[in-house]
């Protein structure tokens, strides 16, 4: 199974671009404030790493500010994901790129577009999510269970 995003083990990664998703990997869906954890989490990443927040929530001032907290980059656009232009003039030459996100529609895809390193976080999940959310997720959760065998079968043979 996944690891939430402060279990993480990113094996010493240096040197690299790491784009994290904010709803599910770093808050509760629609959270303001991450848990002592996940700040230690991505305060360990941004010592060796430029760390970049990207959300489908447009909610800057919210993103700004746990972007703060973490001592990451927002990246502020109007874009969502799973678009590649979300990153906008990103200089992400000779570096390698990793996306960190609960959700394979918008994260992974995103990811398998830029020629990153996907890393599937366990989400961050809350009582008060509602019926619309949770079927999301359950959707893409799906989705991602389907698009894993296939790649794998195709793998095997
Ligand atoms: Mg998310």
Redesign the pocket.
Known sequence: MHLPFSKLDFGGVKNAIILL?I???LVPDGGDVPVKEIVEKCHELVEHNKVYLLSNKKNHDRNEAIAGLLHATYINTPRKKPSRKVLGSLDMQGKSLIVV???FLTDGILAKRIGARFIKAKRIVDVRDGYINKTMYALDDLIYQLFKSVVWRGRSS
């Open positions: 998703d709803d599910g990997t996100g609960d959700k």
